[in-house]
């Protein structure tokens, strides 16, 4: 069995870039970098050491990250690593990219809210794609939302699928 995981959190290098495929799916490319820092075990000062990360979404996920993601913003992006190939048209040099296609993010940072509770915004390819939760939250009442006991768990005929 085979894994190809990623997760990782860091600010966004510049705002989303939203476009449609022929097919009419959306797609989304944003930069994401991260920090690392150490101690060089010579001079004993700490060094810090920045990685810039290509990230692409897909239909439900990239319009909600173009819509709440902004130059700056902190997020958890969780997916997969892809390496894509093309031929230069110019003089057929084969180039690389290894990006991050995402199936979750969440927004960690306020954004234009106050509070630093991050938001979640649900897989790109799931059917019940939704705005991110501080969205849901002015949407529905809180006499709607059901109350769950602490221990309980649901039972076949409680799943909505």
């Given at each position: 069995m085979d894994l190809n995981k990623v997760m990782?959190?860091?600010r966004l290098t510049r705002d989303p870039e939203l476009r449609t495929t022929p097919g009419g799916?959306?797609?989304c490319q944003l930069g994401l970098a991260t920090n690392y820092v150490y101690t060089n075990q010579q001079t004993?000062?700490?060094?810090?050491?920045?990685?810039?990360?290509n990230v692409v979404m897909w239909r439900k996920l990239a319009e909600i990250a173009n819509q709440?993601?902004?130059?700056?913003r902190r997020v958890y992006i969780e997916g997969r690593l892809q390496t894509r190939s093309w031929d230069?048209?110019?003089n057929g040099q084969k180039h690389y990219k290894t990006e991050i296609v995402a199936d979750n993010m969440i927004m960690l940072d306020g954004g234009n809210?106050?509070?630093?509770s991050?938001?979640?915004?649900p897989a790109a390819n799931r059917a019940s794609a939704s705005a991110p939760a501080e969205i849901m939250e002015q949407a529905a009442p809180a006499e709607e939302l059901p109350t769950i006991q602490q221990g309980s768990e649901p039972g076949l005929e409680d799943i909505p699928f």
């Amino acid at each position: 069995m085979d894994l190809n995981k990623v997760m990782i959190i860091g600010r966004l290098t510049r705002d989303p870039e939203l476009r449609t495929t022929p097919g009419g799916a959306s797609v989304c490319q944003l930069g994401l970098a991260t920090n690392y820092v150490y101690t060089n075990q010579q001079t004993g000062q700490k060094v810090e050491q920045v990685e810039y990360h290509n990230v692409v979404m897909w239909r439900k996920l990239a319009e909600i990250a173009n819509q709440y993601l902004k130059k700056g913003r902190r997020v958890y992006i969780e997916g997969r690593l892809q390496t894509r190939s093309w031929d230069d048209k110019n003089n057929g040099q084969k180039h690389y990219k290894t990006e991050i296609v995402a199936d979750n993010m969440i927004m960690l940072d306020g954004g234009n809210s106050s509070t630093s509770s991050g938001s979640f915004a649900p897989a790109a390819n799931r059917a019940s794609a939704s705005a991110p939760a501080e969205i849901m939250e002015q949407a529905a009442p809180a006499e709607e939302l059901p109350t769950i006991q602490q221990g309980s768990e649901p039972g076949l005929e409680d799943i909505p699928f």
